[in-house]
């Protein structure tokens, strides 16, 4: 009984971090994109996640 009212608290604490990281990831996109351009940034950041996640 108490995982069912205190579990789905402690899921979203983890869930904002996560959707602050990727926010913080967006960021880092979006001034690549005005170097490397919207493609190329795209990229930059797919080849990436592979390497860390893959």
């Known amino acids: ?3 069912g009212l205190y ?3 402690l899921g979203s604490a983890r869930h ?3 959707r602050r990281r990727m ?3 967006g960021g880092y996109q979006q001034r ?3 170097q490397l351009g919207e493609e190329q940034a795209m ?3 797919y080849a ?3 390497q860390v996640v893959g």
């Open 23 to 25: 926010d913080c990831l």
């Open 7 to 9: 579990g789905l608290a």
């Open 16 to 18: 904002e971090f996560i």
């Open 48 to 50: 990436l996640y592979v």
């Open 1 to 3: 009984m108490q995982n």
């Open 32 to 34: 690549l994109a005005g």
């Open 43 to 45: 990229q930059l950041m």
